[in-house]
């Protein structure tokens, strides 16, 4: 696709509940990370991919987060038994490769997660 | 890591020149200095990326000095629509980018 796409923009899930995220990265790219951004705040790193498989998986949380990737394409980030404290705007990004010459990664606009 | 220190927000007016330094003390030989843009409900969007001495795209300007222990972002002749948040990043291209981290950047408020 022509950008980084995420869906759903917009989910508001009971405490409890779990939910899934999607990315559709940049066609091509190898690379795909997943961070997250609480209001007023940075961005937090939880994952990279590199193909299907994740170097490095120690920005999660904690062991009710999850992601995949599948294809060297999409990747589904999943949040089990949602906590008021997960509520964030959930970034993707994707690069043409990891490692290497320079890069540039590129945003999608987020998944907004709001948990009630 | 290599730590990051930036304002946490500045201010400015339209058609001025607005110079944001960000701190980096402990920075890596192999360490390239990478600035993004992120404006509200968005991600943020890459402006410029540099090693040392000056780097200047259709966007923006980024200056090193020689001991590369900070960096200059400036933004030429700002607009009300600069306004947003800047994060500069510190980190070894090499290692992909889960090896930077984004501070809270800093907040760039440009007025009538």
């Known amino acids: 696709g022509a950008g980084v796409s995420q869906s759903p923009s917009n989910k508001v899930t009971e405490k409890g509940k779990d939910v899934e995220l999607r990315c559709d990265p940049i066609s091509g790219h190898t690379a795909l990370y997943w961070y997250r951004q609480s209001l007023g705040q940075g961005l937090e790193f939880l994952i990279y991919?590199?193909?299907?498989?994740?170097?490095?998986k120690s920005g999660l949380p904690s062991d009710r987060f999850s992601a995949e990737r599948t294809g060297g394409s999409v990747s589904t980030l999943t949040i089990q038994r949602t906590q008021q404290e997960d509520s964030a705007v959930y970034l993707c990004?994707?690069?043409?490769?990891?490692?290497?010459?320079?890069?540039?990664?590129?945003f999608g606009e987020g998944s907004w997660l709001t948990v009630v | 890591l290599a730590k990051t220190t930036q304002p946490i927000s500045m201010d400015s007016y339209e058609g001025q020149e607005v110079n944001i330094t960000c701190s980096h003390n402990n920075i890596a030989t192999n360490d390239y200095i990478t600035w993004y843009q992120q404006f509200p409900s968005q991600g943020p969007r890459f402006i410029i990326q540099g090693y040392k001495t000056k780097v200047t795209n259709e966007v923006a300007s980024l200056f090193i000095p020689a001991d590369r222990k900070s960096s200059t972002l400036s933004l030429p002749r700002v607009s009300l629509s600069d306004t947003a948040v800047y994060y500069c990043l510190v980190g070894d291209l090499r290692s992909g980018y889960s090896t930077l981290t984004f501070g809270k950047g800093t907040m760039l408020l440009v007025s009538p």
């Open positions: 990004a994707s690069s043409r490769r990891a490692q290497g010459a320079r890069d540039t990664i590129y």
């Open positions: 991919f590199q193909g299907n498989s994740a170097p490095d």
